[in-house]
């Protein structure tokens, strides 16, 4: 049973129990921002159209997705250790803190790079994804702490439609923007892309604020920093032997390393590979708000999905629809496809990942998912890692950046059939008894 012993939590106080939930939930509007502004749209043409103007077409692809996986690495190396301290010392909260710190002073950071710069801006950028990545650990961790099993599904799908919502609605008002820069007294397109990479700091800054003041998270294990660091690298050695034991938790973790390779490089190469084969860049952008705006509804309707009929359901039926999105990828060749891939992606991309987050929290102990989650959080930037530079080598190489693409089919194909053979039922029953 979920009860007030093991969450902190007073499940009876449903006006609180509302409230964190929505306090959480605003911190994926702050993030996606981010994601969607920054790392999907503005950065991947900016950088090749004003910081690298002077490379050659496939040499920012290598340097851009060679960048987007050392980032990942980092935050790969560090997500398990952080969970494991965040758990011991009641530190989630603080990191997040943190990670939301380093995010959003290297996304501002962006405004003031000059033209031809493009090392800089891709180190900002670098820096920027492991604050936005990291960070992303300590905000799954808490979704045992600021709701109930039941409604693991719906709150999950809630953050993320919302993330939809209001990264989409911030896009919009940049695309504005960059289309009519005197409307906000700027000089032109370039200084409007600018003062949006600074816009994006802002929101992220103040759509975190309520999940640090609203949010309680479990105390702490341990009463001082010293012992906290200690008995959290200890028990990280326990999680990675527990994780062995809880083979439905591995089974899981592989499926999902598998095929959310492929949902993030789509993420961070779709715009880098639209570019590449001929597409214009504004046509991109409201490609991108498309996909923003059917998130929305087509998130919360999965969350509802997944407390009917299970989120493994769910999430094989994205990865199916992102199968069949990949190979028309590959042979689109007019702009309105590209459209039509975009509602398709936004019908997908947020059930995929909210569900998956929701089904892993219901396989594992609750009391330490600060270090589950790193190790979940781990395997989805090691994908991240393999992606990118997968897509840019293969498009550097053979100077066809449509063969790339179909190497995804691989992932979603080989996800799938592990994610078929998981056993969510003994899962829960063997996290329960751990």
């Known amino acids: 049973m979920f009860t007030h012993s093991n969450t902190n939590m007073d499940i009876s106080d449903s006006t609180s129990l509302r409230s964190r939930e929505r306090a959480w939930a605003l911190y994926d509007v702050a993030t996606s921002s981010f994601a969607t502004t920054v790392m999907a749209a503005f950065f991947p043409v900016f950088f090749k159209q004003f910081w690298a103007s002077a490379l050659p077409v496939t040499e920012s692809t290598f340097w851009l997705g060679a960048v987007s996986s050392v980032g990942a690495l980092v935050a790969l190396v560090l997500a398990p250790v952080l969970g494991s301290l965040s758990d011991a010392g009641g530190w989630k909260k603080p990191l997040l803190a943190l990670c939301a710190f380093i995010g959003i002073t290297m996304t501002a950071g962006l405004f003031w790079i000059e033209q031809g710069a493009w090392e800089l801006a891709l180190t900002l950028f670098g820096l920027g994804l492991v604050g936005f990545s990291t960070g992303m650990v300590f905000y799954d961790a808490l979704l045992p702490s600021v709701t109930i099993p039941a409604r693991f599904e719906h709150v999950s799908a809630f953050g993320v439609g919302m993330g939809y919502l209001g990264g989409g609605a911030l896009f919009a008002v ?72 809880l083979k439905i938790v591995m089974l899981f973790l592989g499926a999902y390393w598998l095929y959310i390779d492929g949902v993030d490089t789509i993420v961070h190469m779709a715009v880098d590979y639209a570019l ?82 929701a089904l892993y929290a219901r396989l594992i102990p609750k009391e330490k998912s600060g270090e589950f989650f790193g190790f979940f959080n781990l395997l989805s930037k090691f994908a991240a890692v393999l992606g990118p530079v997968l897509v840019g080598i293969v498009s550097h190489a053979t100077g066809e950046p449509r063969l790339s693409i179909l190497s995804l089919l691989v992932l979603f194909t080989l996800g799938g059939a592990l994610l078929w053979n998981v056993d969510v039922a003994e899962g829960e029953r063997r996290a329960a008894e751990l």
């Open 174 to 245: 940049n695309i504005l923007m960059t289309q009519k820069p005197e409307w906000f007294g700027l000089a032109d397109a370039s200084a409007a892309v600018r003062m949006s990479f600074l816009s994006v700091a802002v929101w992220w800054f103040v759509f975190t604020l309520p999940l640090l003041f609203v949010v309680r998270e479990p105390p702490p294990r341990c009463a001082s920093g010293a012992n906290a660091v200690k008995y959290g690298l200890i028990q990280l050695r326990e999680t990675f032997r527990h994780v062995r034991r």
């Open 276 to 357: 590449a084969i001929g597409f214009d860049a504004g046509g991109l952008m409201l490609a991108l708000l498309i996909t923003q705006a059917v998130g929305v509804p087509a998130t919360l309707a999965y969350g509802w999905l997944g407390q009917r009929f299970g989120a493994k359901s769910g999430i094989l039926a994205g990865l199916a629809t992102y199968a069949l999105l990949v190979v028309w990828g590959s042979v689109m060749s007019r702009q309105w496809e590209f459209y039509g891939i975009a509602v398709g992606i936004g019908l997908v991309q947020g059930g995929v990942q909210a569900l998956s987050r």
